[in-house]
């Protein structure tokens, strides 16, 4: 295809650009994986520079909660398919580009398939699962990955697998092993400014563009971090880990991806239910919170943050212990391993303090 | 003789900082020993260490005005 000479003019202008290289951009296939607030912003960019076939993978639907920085979306559209809305917006945008939708998340029976059709993934997923998914798939069929992190008002941006070779620099350089579940609060729990995943998410399609194109320097073996409150970035350059995991196809398909921490089944209690136990004598109510977190509450007998229950195990008294979080999911894994390592009944209030004062 | 050390993310609230000076200590082991006794949570977190914007995977000797990072896993979008 013929690049619009028109539409791409003021890029195409540009000392070491060109049309052929906007032909290269043309030529290109991308998948986004996540259409949430770093997804959002890639596609965009993307869409707009000319690249010419994007796959964009999410099974979420819109939701009033996304709107801060999912500017992609609007209030009419609360409740639909985020990967249909965006591919219908997009090619209002630009008809040169080819949108192909996966309206479901990857995992391990769809990755290597899907993947494999494309030249580069961007990884715009939001959970540490979905993040060493993408680096193993990406590993196993050599392809390149953008990847983007914000955590309320920093972020981290790097590209990896570029160099395609034994020593190519992956995620897993920087953190061997997945963080077991709960150990890092999520945006859901931790907060982010919404214009923050704006600009990662835009540094992502940056990052793209140069790789595809060629001009530049790649953020390939470096991880660039970013403060949004300092104005300030941090920049560090990747070691290469010296014994690594193997990757291959078959070692992917048998690699657990879950959240397999030993399944055992916290009873959950409502919040009518809380208020009734949490009056007893014998019950003990603890929050678990970190301490920077919104809002105090006057209702608890001790806080314990996530990140020092391991070491302040033996603070919990031998009572039953009610346990509450911000959305009641690091209050089910406080509970599994306060059973793990103390006799103790434990209970976790359902939806947290999100339902508590709904 | 000393050292700045840089937090970031979670390890800014396990720290109450996001800078801390240091006198200088042997190497990054010993430096990562006096942290996590100073802030136990720093046990059970994870992060890497980086000197001089340089990420370090064994232990390192420390010299006088270096700059150790210690940065952890984000996982939101």
Known sequence: MMADRDRYQRQMILPAFGLATQEKLLAAKVLIVGMGGLGCPVLQYLVGAGLGHIGIMDAD????????????????????????????????LNSDVTIESYP????????????????????ATDNFLAKYLINDACLVLQKPFVFGAVSRYEGQVSVFNLAQEEQSINYRDLFPEAPKPGEVPSCAEAGVIGVLPGIIGAMQAAEA???????????????????????????????????????????FLENIYEENEEEMDIPEISISEFNRMRALPEVFVLDVRERHEYPPIDFSDAQIPMSELQVKMHEIPDKEICIICHQGIRSVYAAQQISKKRNLKVYSVKGGLTAYFK | MAI?????????????????????????????????????????????????????????????????ALMPPFSGG
């Open chain 1, 61 to 92: 639907k819109i939701s009033l909660s996304n709107l801060h920085r999912q500017l992609l979306f609007t209030e009419s559209e609360i409740g639909l398919l985020k990967v249909e809305q965006a591919a219908a917006k997009m090619r209002l």
């Open chain 1, 104 to 123: 479901f998340n990857i995992d391990q029976s769809n990755a290597l398939q899907i993947i494999s059709k494309y030249d580069l993934v961007i990884d």
């Open chain 1, 209 to 251: 563009i140069k790789i595809i194109t060629g001009i530049g320097t790649p953020l390939y073996g470096r991880l660039y971090h970013y403060n949004l409150l300092q104005g300030q970035g941090f920049e560090i350059e990747i070691a290469a880990t010296e014994n690594r995991i193997e990757m291959n196809e078959k070692i």
């Open chain 2, 4 to 68: 700045t050390i840089h937090f970031f993310g979670s390890l800014v609230d396990i720290t109450g900082q996001s800078k801390k000076e240091l006198n200088i200590l042997r190497d990054t082991d010993s430096l990562n020993l006096q942290l996590q006794k100073e802030y136990p949570a720093l046990i059970s977190t994870k992060y890497f260490i980086a000197v001089n914007q340089q990420m370090i995977k064994i232990n390192r000797e420390l010299n006088n005005g270096d700059i150790v």
